[in-house]
């Protein structure tokens, strides 16, 4: 990450016009918001809302990215890459131009898995990051900016007044349908008696602000988290995919309950990925760290379960009978054993008047999530 004494650059005035000249032209425009934008500040994420109105195109984040464009907005087809739904990969796989602030293309964006990205002429895409090393580094561009990216914004909201934009009338309300129809399509009843994970990520939903800090840990977790926990603000959501992410979740949500003692800090993670990092239940204990731990427990290393069954076999992905609550109690904390979906508002209650940390350990049944299969061998082994 490049560093700067003074102000942070902006934009060159000809690269601004060359912008607004691609936009004019475009028929499918899309931009992609990274974890750039967050760490611009809050008014990159106010002004990146307001281009996507100006100009009326379909918006996504990054996994870095998350809350930058609030999921509940209409124009947010998702977050986290193409783990974010078919509109997003459909979106990805036609847009004509693409506008990337802040946003360095991992696995989840193009680079090792579906859609893949291909340099046809009619492809148009500008990378705006604050590091001029980044420009470029991953994909071909038509055009990069050394910007921080809340000056891009403003400087490109600003060159837009009075221009006249013709994207495709018919583009974005179809991509819309189609992230409705495939939430709408996601049956989230329980699987032979246990619960969903969708559910379950749903069910928790109910309890977390949009102000509350979020780690999200574990591979289903996560893109259950992404579909069904949604990130309404920007900051308030993290994940590690870049360094496989696997144990992330507990330690750095008591990072920020020392960071942030006045804010509520929750936990999501699979049954594999806490099983790396466990044993900061003492650390939370020992310095009176609060942090709500939802452990989606699926018995199982669940991607990788449904990598190896993808291609014909399975070899150790069984981890069926640990006891995590019991676990959470003898190092001090509090722990519960949730098995019904009906019992998760008790049961968070009694977690949220809890005094110490809290470890929920939800029973869940196993259920790759339906963007799964898009995975390709290079990525899956990774997440």
Not at 109 to 115: A, E, L, N, R
Not at 249 to 259: D, T, V
Not at 264 to 287: H, I, M, N, P, S
Not at 315 to 320: H, M
Request: proline share 7%; aromatic share 6%; charged share 20%.
């Amino acid at each position: 990450m490049a560093s700067f004494m003074g102000r942070p650059p902006a934009p060159h005035a000809r690269d601004v016009a060359q912008v607004v000249d691609l936009l004019r032209n475009a028929k499918r425009p899309l931009i992609v918001a990274g974890g750039g934008v967050a760490r611009s500040g809050p008014e990159a994420c106010t002004r990146l809302v307001a281009l996507l109105e100006r100009i009326g195109c379909p918006g996504m984040t990054t996994q870095m990215g998350l809350g930058v464009i609030p999921q509940d907005h209409p124009l947010c087809l998702g977050q986290g890459g193409f783990v974010g739904g078919p509109a997003v990969v459909e979106a990805m796989q036609q847009a004509d131009l693409v506008l990337a602030f802040g946003c360095r293309f991992s696995s989840f964006m193009w680079v090792d898995g579906p859609p893949k990205w291909d340099d046809r002429p009619t492809r148009k895409l500008v990378q705006i990051d604050i590091d001029p090393a980044a420009l470029g580094q991953t994909l071909p561009l038509t055009l990069g900016l050394t910007s921080d990216a809340a000056l891009a914004l403003e400087a490109l909201l600003e060159a837009l007044t009075d221009i006249e934009l013709a994207p495709d009338a018919d583009w974005l309300p179809g991509l819309v349908a189609k992230r409705d129809s495939a939430r709408a399509a996601i049956a989230l009843a329980d699987i032979d008696g246990q619960m969903h994970p969708g559910a379950l990520a749903q069910g928790i939903a109910r309890h977390i602000r949009s102000d509350d800090l979020v780690t999200f840990d574990g591979g289903h977790t996560s893109f259950w988290s992404n579909e069904f926990t949604p990130a309404l603000s920007p900051s308030t959501r993290f994940h590690e995919p870049g360094m496989s992410h696997l144990g992330f979740g507990l330690p750095a949500a008591l990072a920020m309950a020392r960071a942030h003692p006045d804010r509520r800090v929750f936990c999501l993670t699979g049954d594999g990925a806490f099983g790396f990092t466990l044993q900061e239940l003492d650390t939370a204990r020992r310095y009176g760290l609060k942090v709500i731990t939802v452990i989606h427990n699926n018995a199982s290393w669940g991607v990788i379960r449904a990598a190896q069954r993808k291609n014909g076999f399975e070899i150790g992905t069984d981890l069926e009978g640990t006891d995590y609550a019991a676990i959470a109690r003898a190092f001090g904390c509090h722990g519960e054993r949730l098995e019904r979906a009906e019992d998760l508002d008790a049961v968070m209650a009694r977690a949220l008047a809890a005094e110490t940390s809290v470890v929920i350990d939800a029973q869940v049944a196993w259920a790759p999530h339906p963007m799964f299969p898009t995975f390709g061998r290079s990525t899956a082994h990774r997440l």
